[in-house]
């Protein structure tokens, strides 16, 4: 019988071979983060035809700096990252890293740079205390 951690493996992997719902665009182009900052324009979106998740949101995260996203459960906090990761594109508005729109650059050299530390975590074990704070060591969001 498979493990718990053996199935949940399994469901990254199941993941990860899935088509992305985004594509490159064909004039695509190959992106190199310098600075890494972060910026929001007006990003509305919806999952599908479902209820706006975001509504006009903007903000600005300035290179090396640390912000936090706080708000309660379902409020759309993974979602902004998800558009980051062009997981999804924002319904209307902008996302620019660099002052570069990140809907005309290579999906694989934008997610390449990025590193995310995921809210439910799939490897480790999290009563072993070192094994957590190593993975958030290399990984940081
Ligand atoms: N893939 C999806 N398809 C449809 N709706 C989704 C999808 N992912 C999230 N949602 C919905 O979008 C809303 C925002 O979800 P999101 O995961 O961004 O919230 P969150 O602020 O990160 O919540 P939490 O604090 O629980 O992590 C929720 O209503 C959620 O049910
Ligand atoms: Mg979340």
Same mark, same amino acid.
């Given at each position: $019988? ?5 199935? *949940?493996?399994?469901?990254?992997? /199941?993941?990860? +071979? ?7 665009? @064909? ?5 190199? #983060? !310098? =600075?890494? =900052? #972060? !910026?929001? !324009?007006?990003?509305?979106? +919806?999952?599908? +035809? ?30 902004? #990252? ?6 999804? /594109?924002?319904? +209307? ?19 390449? *740079?990025?590193?995310?530390?995921? *809210?439910?975590? @799939?490897? $480790? ?10 993975? *958030? ?5």
């Amino acid at each position: $019988m498979a493990r718990q951690s053996d199935f *949940q493996a399994f469901s990254l992997a /199941d993941l990860y +071979s899935k088509e992305p719902i985004v594509g490159d665009k @064909p004039a695509a182009q190959e992106f190199v #983060i !310098e =600075e890494g =900052e #972060i !910026e929001l !324009e007006n990003v509305t979106f +919806s999952y599908g +035809s479902g209820n706006k998740i975001l509504n006009n949101v903007s903000f600005r995260v300035l290179p090396g700096k640390t912000v936090a996203l706080v708000g309660v459960s379902g409020c759309g906090k993974s979602t902004i #990252i998800n558009l980051i990761l062009r997981f999804f /594109d924002p319904t +209307s508005g902008r996302i620019r890293i660099d002052g570069r729109d990140i809907t005309g650059v290579k999906l694989q050299s934008l997610k390449k *740079q990025v590193g995310i530390v995921p *809210q439910v975590n @799939p490897f $480790m074990n999290f009563s072993n205390f070192l094994d957590v704070s190593s993975f *958030q060591c290399f990984n940081p969001v």
